[in-house]
């Protein structure tokens, strides 16, 4: 897939979770795409260091636009992002944004964090 149908992709993808008339991105609709039910993805949010659900939601959609950019494929930068460690870390990449640590997997991802680092193990409980 190109650089531009990626963008493309992506902007669809933002489109399809946000509400159309105030932008907004809606749990319901994220969970689906994340592949989680609605009550998961809101606990994970309750149990987050984010203070409001902005916050949170734009913590997962920054670090789903670096993977998606990464590997070209918004279906394995969802699987990356629920399923994923960078190694040697031992949590998801999904548990490190649920802890507050966007800024931190965005930093490992855009820096020397290459997806040979990143493993793709059973998921942590």
Same mark, same amino acid.
């Given at each position: 897939m190109s650089r531009f149908e990626t963008s493309i992709e992506f902007l669809t993808f933002i489109a399809d979770v946000? !509400? &159309? %008339? =105030? %932008?907004? *991105? @809606? &749990?319901?609709?994220?969970? =689906?795409r994340l592949g989680v039910s609605v009550s998961e993805l809101e606990e994970q949010w /309750?149990?987050?260091c984010y203070?409001?659900?902005a916050a949170f939601a734009? %913590?997962?959609?920054s670090v789903l636009? $670096? @993977? +998606? !950019?990464r590997t070209h494929s918004l279906k394995a930068a969802v699987q990356l992002y629920r399923r994923g460690r960078i190694l040697p870390d031992c949590e =998801? *990449? #999904?548990? /490190? $944004?649920? /802890? %507050?640590?966007?800024? +931190? $997997?965005?930093r490992d991802l855009r820096g020397d964090a290459s997806? #040979?680092? *990143?493993s793709l193990g059973q998921k942590a409980s």
């Open positions: 946000s !509400d &159309p %008339g =105030t %932008g907004m *991105i @809606l &749990p319901d609709r994220l969970a =689906t /309750r149990a987050s203070c409001d659900w734009d %913590g997962v959609l636009d $670096v @993977l +998606q !950019d =998801t *990449i #999904e548990r /490190r $944004v649920v /802890r %507050g640590m966007a800024s +931190q $997997v965005l997806l #040979e680092r *990143i």
